[in-house]
């Protein structure tokens, strides 16, 4: 079975400047897709940013950006400029891009999470 | 216009009791999924279903009972609710064909069992 470990229960950062979020994760797959979502206190779960696997480019999304080591399962998530709004929950996340029998391949597998707090 | 959307959105409730939580998309999805995500904010997959078909059903208690009358509807029932079933539930569904299958999430429901 598939694992996510988010190694850090907590970060901090300043306004303005940069934080990296890690994320490994355990797998015998070749291909599938790896997530971040942010869960801000509103509770609501809001996708960040995706990645394929059998994508060697690094996914971007404005501020956002990932570096994705295939071969030693990291996914880790940068913001630039972190804003006041970033502050949330993030988690990471793993679906096999295999179809299989019983729809496992559907199922969405999380890391514990991480507590990004913003300081102004 | 909301996507995906539950309730109620907070429930308390006495042990022993019956309480339903019910979602709806309208994405035009053709999977729904129920996840509970605990108090240390820990999500775990609970059922899935992928055209009214049961094909995600994880080690949950026979207590708590999914249905799903058409592919825009996934409605969870739990039965005689204990206080370890407090927890947010979060209903999303998500477009397998679609390639990436990413699910989009309703804004979740909170039980809290007294």
């Known amino acids: 079975a598939q694992t996510v470990t988010q190694s850090q229960p907590e970060m901090s950062v300043q306004e303005a400047e940069t934080v990296t979020l890690s994320c490994t994760y355990d797998t015998s797959e070749s291909d599938y897709y790896l997530f971040w979502y942010k869960q801000p206190p509103s509770r609501q779960m809001i996708l960040v940013i995706r990645?394929?696997?059998?994508?060697?480019q690094n996914a971007t999304e404005n501020r956002f950006s990932v570096n994705f080591q295939k071969a030693a399962k990291s996914f880790s998530l940068k913001i630039s400029d972190s804003q006041l709004g970033d502050a949330a929950m993030y988690f990471c996340?793993?679906?096999?891009?295999?179809?299989?029998?019983?729809?496992?391949?559907?199922?969405?597998?999380f890391g514990k999470g991480t507590l990004l707090t913003v300081n102004p | 216009d909301t996507a995906v959307s539950q309730t109620p959105k907070y429930l308390v409730t006495q042990m022993g009791n019956d309480k339903s939580i019910k979602c709806e998309q309208n994405?035009?999805?053709?999977?729904m999924y129920w996840y509970k995500q605990d108090s240390k904010k820990f999500l775990k997959i609970m059922f899935s279903?992928?055209?009214?078909?049961?094909?995600i059903n994880e080690t949950v208690p026979n207590r708590f009972s999914p249905k799903s009358p058409d592919k825009a509807h996934l409605n969870l029932h739990i039965n005689s609710l204990e206080l370890g079933d407090s927890a947010v539930y979060f209903c999303a569904s998500s477009q397998p064909k679609s390639g990436a299958n990413v699910l989009t999430f309703g804004a979740g429901s909170r039980l809290t069992v007294l």
């Open positions: 279903y992928n055209n009214k078909e049961l094909i």
């Open positions: 990645q394929e696997a059998y994508k060697q």
């Open positions: 996340a793993y679906r096999s891009a295999y179809g299989r029998s019983g729809g496992s391949n559907y199922k969405l597998t």
């Open positions: 994405l035009g999805h053709d999977t």
